[in-house]
């Protein structure tokens, strides 16, 4: 199989070629970019690279996290209770206002 093509036009030139050829070009693997007085605006790549564009960024955020984590977690672990706590709310108040509500049919 041959390689993707890849390549910039003018927008000017990529109309002159025509969708179709574009479209071909993005569908094998190719990215076409689109440029405007020299500087780059518009890409035309295939749905395939466009998903494997969105898993990774899926993928690189979830990391982000990751690793924000482990480098701010200082193991200290804390309990719903120590957390009503802290922020003022009494667990059995909470926990008779669900069940009202519940009672009421309201969720």
Do not use: N
Request: proline fraction near 3%; avoid cysteine.
């Amino acid at each position: 199989m041959p390689s993707p093509v890849s390549y910039a036009l003018s927008i000017t030139d990529a109309s002159a070629k025509g969708v179709s050829s574009l479209v071909h070009d993005a569908e094998t693997g190719g990215v076409v970019v689109l440029e405007r007085r020299h500087e780059p605006v518009a890409a035309v790549i295939g749905v395939r690279r466009l998903e494997m564009l969105r898993d990774a960024e899926r993928d690189l955020r979830d990391l982000g996290i990751v690793l924000a984590r482990a480098a701010t977690d200082d193991g200290v672990r804390h309990t719903l209770s120590d957390v009503f706590e802290r922020f003022g709310f009494d667990r059995a108040a909470l926990e008779a206002e669900l069940d009202e509500d519940l009672a009421t049919g309201l969720e």
